[in-house]
């Protein structure tokens, strides 16, 4: 008897489900999902608005004080019971005998205190802390697109290395595939003709090669697979890269990076010349330290006590004028220093960013000339092999005539792989060097 078809293989799908096809991310998908769940990004993106917040913060120096103080306590304490009766306005001729001052009972107290203070001027330091803030705010900022732009840069280079180690894996994988077919189609290898047995080795050797070859780019684009799916936080069996031009995604992703931009903007340098302004103008906030502060106060104040309820105020205005500090000497001298090395600093790197640019656009000039002789070379020795092979089927050269051939286009291959690594590789230094946040980054 035969068993239902449908109830056997509705068990089969239970025990043996399919397992789901891995998805197809392009670059700018992937990348909005790392960008999403980046630790760098989100803290670049927290830094830059808490330093906007203390830019608010500090421009708001000039609103005046409003401060309460209530409290309440019991004393003994002959001064202070003295004084909290006569806030009550209630102290009568009895409370100034002697006995009485000297040795009050412990007695309850409440008092409440309104405090108003509304500086008028306090030698220019609000001001000008006021305006380093808001130049430190300014800095973050730049920080935390140099933030962006590094994580951008990494999900580029990683997502575009994939890309040309896929391109590698399909050339070796093709002429691994032409060694099969020469050593399933010709009988070599019989040890009684030399040149044929060694061909034979030859080949089978560049076969083993090439299987070598195929591991370790698969390794590589599975490492490259991993990195990108930990930022992503996802699982590294579930997706895919898209297939597509590594050098149209540079050039897209990264567009003319720089070559509109002043040479040594980069936004490392641009972040620490804003940081090196904000310094300076601090600096000049300790200047206020030897000058006079002036302001108006008001205090009310309300004391309650066990003979009555009552309140008083003070009002007035206030000079202060540090004449002495010993500590304070130096310090304008010492953060002017400060803000002189911090702007020093900015200055060297917007230096190495001038060199190392220079540098990378010769270098980029210099492997895609190299690049297009290698894919000049390739095209040649594919033209090569289909006459080597032709020759060889007519018996004008042996196998290991053949397996020669069929092992420099393998180096070719590997050379390309290697340029293009440097291509890419550059390209992304060139970038993190323009200082230009493409808007696919943002």
Do not use: C
């Amino acid at each position: 008897m035969r068993a239902p078809i449908l109830p056997t293989l509705l068990l089969l799908a239970l025990i043996f489900p399919k397992t789901a096809a891995a998805e197809t991310l392009s670059f700018e998908e992937l990348w909005d999902r790392i960008r999403d769940r980046s630790a760098a990004v989100e803290a670049g993106g927290n830094g830059a608005d808490a330093a906007t917040l203390a830019a608010e913060r500090a421009d708001r120096h000039w609103y005046p004080k409003l401060l309460l103080d209530t409290r309440a306590y019991a004393t003994n304490d002959a001064g202070l019971t003295f004084f909290s009766l006569l806030g009550e306005r209630r102290a009568t001729a009895a409370d100034f005998a002697p006995s009485p001052l000297n040795h009050p009972g412990s007695e309850l107290f409440e008092k409440g205190s309104l405090i108003l203070d509304f500086p008028l001027y306090e030698g220019g330091q609000k001001e000008v802390l006021a305006d380093s803030a808001k130049l430190a705010a300014v800095a973050k900022a730049t920080e935390r697109d140099a933030a962006l732009q590094a994580e951008f840069a990494q999900t580029v280079l990683a997502y575009a290395l994939i890309l040309s180690n896929k391109s590698e894996d399909k050339e070796l994988s093709k002429l691994a595939g032409q060694v099969d077919e020469l050593l399933r189609r010709y009988q070599l290898g019989s040890k009684s003709n030399p040149v044929g047995y060694a061909g034979a080795l030859g080949l089978k050797s560049l076969r083993a090669r090439l299987s070598g070859l195929l591991e370790r780019s698969k390794a590589t684009q599975k490492s490259l697979i991993a990195g990108l799916s930990i930022r992503a936080e996802i699982n590294p069996e579930a997706w895919e890269p898209k297939e597509e031009s590594f050098t149209q995604l540079i050039n897209d992703a990264l567009g003319k990076a720089g070559e509109t931009q002043e040479a040594g903007s980069s936004l490392q340098a641009r972040a620490m010349l804003e940081g090196a302004a904000a310094a300076e103008r601090a600096a000049a906030a300790e200047k206020a330290r030897f000058l006079p502060r002036a302001g108006l106060f008001a205090q009310g104040d309300l004391t309650n006590g066990d003979r009555a309820t009552d309140g008083s105020y003070t009002a007035g205005a206030y000079l202060q004028w540090n004449l002495f500090d010993a500590p304070s000497y130096g310090a304008h001298r010492q953060a002017g220093l400060e803000a002189a090395a911090l702007r020093l600093q900015a200055k060297h790197q917007a230096q190495d960013d001038r060199i190392a640019r220079a540098q990378a656009r010769e270098a980029i000039l210099a492997i895609e000339a190299n690049l297009k002789l290698l894919q000049e070379s390739l095209d040649l020795s594919g033209e090569q092999i289909q006459t080597s092979e032709t020759l060889f089927r007519n018996g004008s050269i042996n196998a290991l005539q053949l397996a020669e051939v069929l092992s420099r286009r393998t180096d070719l291959i590997l050379a390309k792989s290697q340029a293009e690594s440097q291509w890419i590789e550059t390209s992304i230094q060139n970038f993190l060097r323009s200082g230009v946040l493409p808007r696919s980054a943002s």
